[in-house]
């Protein structure tokens, strides 16, 4: 059997911008990067992005032309171990990212309910991240 990953990969304005974005505040790795296509790949936690200038060269499969703020209708879930350290490095770094401040929120799952701390912050090309954490005992 398979292991299968889903990797994201999207389009940014500013390949630099969002690299160090990527890096400085939500602190992932470069895996690699192809700098004349404006491309990285990013990895934490074993979760990858990879993103994408949309002014590299090579080809670009866009369906319309963008507009900001991008991935308008789509946010990416990420649990994460430990969210208050993510969060303060958030507060201190990009304050004026944060789209939804730090909350507890249930919500119902089959038979049982989840308990979930979570927060919201949208890039420098408007994409959002919402960062959780489950444990009944928060």
């Known amino acids: 059997m398979s ?4 990797v994201p990969e999207l389009y940014c304005q500013d390949i630099n911008v969002t690299k160090r974005f990527y890096v400085e505040v939500f602190g992932f790795k470069i895996k690699y990067e192809r700098i004349e296509e404006e491309f990285a790949y990013f990895t934490l936690d074993g979760v990858d992005i990879m993103a994408e ?7 670009r499969w866009l369906t319309e032309d963008l507009q900001r703020p ?10 994460v171990k430990n969210i208050d350290e993510l969060y303060e490095r958030v ?6 990212s944060i789209y939804l401040e730090m909350e507890v929120k249930e919500y119902q799952c089959a038979d049982y309910v989840a308990v979930q701390k979570q927060f919201i912050v949208q890039d420098p090309d408007g994409y959002l991240f919402r960062f959780c954490y489950d444990d009944s005992a928060v």
């Not at 200038?53 to 080809?59: E, K, L, P």
């Not at 991008?70 to 649990?79: K, S």
């Open 91 to 96: 507060q201190t770094k990009a304050p004026e």
């Open 3 to 6: 292991n299968f990953k889903l």
């Open 70 to 79: 991008f991935g308008r209708g789509v946010n990416f879930q990420w649990d």
């Open 53 to 59: 200038g949309i002014n590299g060269v090579g080809r």
